[in-house]
């Protein structure tokens, strides 16, 4: 249950946030100078294959893990950057692009793309994901 009510309360401040998402210049320079390891993982959600970005902090112990989750712009590299920022913190963090499969053009291609997604589909998305994560 605690970890449900921190995905929710950390999507809540992704909402939040969502307008520094448009100038993502930054954020891209700032991931490629990052110390941390950022790899590409294919997730499998029933019959669905779900990319997702994960990073990992420097840390030789056991790290807690959080599950990022994208504002309607898709998975950008202002999404990846904050999951660097979280495994900077210390945390393992696994940004699922909850739009994989899809086709679009540009920001507003995958505003209306995730306006479009079943609930059933994110639901299932997210929770491959926590599986993953496990």
């Given at each position: 249950m605690k970890k449900s009510l921190?995905?929710?309360?950390f999507a809540a401040l992704?909402?939040?946030f969502a307008p520094l998402g448009f100038a993502q210049d930054w954020a891209k320079?700032?991931?490629?100078?990052s110390p941390r390891h950022g790899e590409w993982a294919t997730l499998k959600s029933g019959s669905r294959?779900?990319?997702?970005?994960v990073v990992y902090p420097e840390v030789k112990d056991k790290a807690p893990?959080?599950?990022?989750?994208?504002?309607?712009?898709?998975?950008?590299?202002?999404?990846?950057?904050?999951a660097d920022q979280i495994a900077?913190?210390?945390c393992i963090a696994i940004v699922p692009d909850l739009l994989?499969?899809?086709?679009?053009?540009?920001?507003?291609?995958a505003r209306e793309a995730i306006g479009k997604l079943p609930p059933d589909q994110?639901?299932?998305?997210?929770?491959?994901?926590?599986?993953?994560?496990?």
């Open positions: 921190f995905a929710f309360a992704l909402l939040f320079a700032a991931l490629e100078k294959d779900v990319r997702a970005f893990i959080v599950l990022v989750i994208h504002e309607i712009f898709g998975l950008t590299d202002w999404a990846r950057d904050l900077a913190a210390g994989s499969g899809q086709n679009y053009d540009g920001i507003d291609g994110i639901t299932a998305d997210l929770e491959a994901t926590i599986v993953y994560a496990r």
